[in-house]
Nanobody
C-alpha cells in the first residue's frame, strides 16, 4: 500500500512559479512510475507529467513541456513538480499519482492517488 500526500499549492500571478511536492509513504519500487495529473472545474482529470522511478526518465503533456519539470528524490520517496511561467489555464487541482509497471498517462492505469492540492493562477 502506498499513501501519497501533496503540498505546495497556492495562489500565484500569471508568469509566476510554484513547486509541488508529493511525499509517498510505503515502498516505492523501481518498477513504479510517479507523476501528476490535474483537474479544472467541470473538466476531466488530465495527465501533466510522469517520471520513471528506476532511471528518472521523464515525460510530459504537450501543454506543459518547457514550463514544468518533474523530478524525484529516492531517499525521501518524494516527487516534485516545478511549474514555471504559469498561466491562468494552469489553474486546477493537482493530483499526485503512482502506478506499478507502466506509464501513468491515463487515469485508468493509476494504482494510487493523492488527495490533491489547489493551484490558482491569476491573470
Amino acid at each position: 500500500q502506498v499513501h501519497l500526500v501533496e503540498s505546495g499549492g497556492g495562489l500565484v500571478q500569471a508568469g509566476g512559479s510554484l513547486r509541488l511536492s508529493c511525499a509517498a509513504s510505503g515502498r516505492i519500487f523501481s518498477s513504479y512510475d510517479m507523476g501528476w495529473f490535474r483537474q479544472a472545474p467541470g473538466k476531466e482529470r488530465d495527465f501533466v507529467a510522469g517520471i520513471i522511478w528506476y532511471n528518472s526518465n521523464t515525460y510530459y503533456a504537450d501543454s506543459v513541456k518547457g514550463r514544468f519539470t518533474i523530478s524525484g528524490d529516492n531517499a525521501k520517496n518524494t516527487v516534485y513538480l516545478r511549474m514555471n511561467s504559469l498561466k491562468p489555464e494552469d489553474t486546477a487541482v493537482y493530483y499526485c499519482a503512482a502506478r506499478n509497471g507502466g506509464r501513468i498517462a491515463t487515469t485508468k492505469a493509476i494504482d494510487y492517488w493523492g488527495q490533491g492540492t489547489q493551484v490558482t493562477v491569476s491573470s
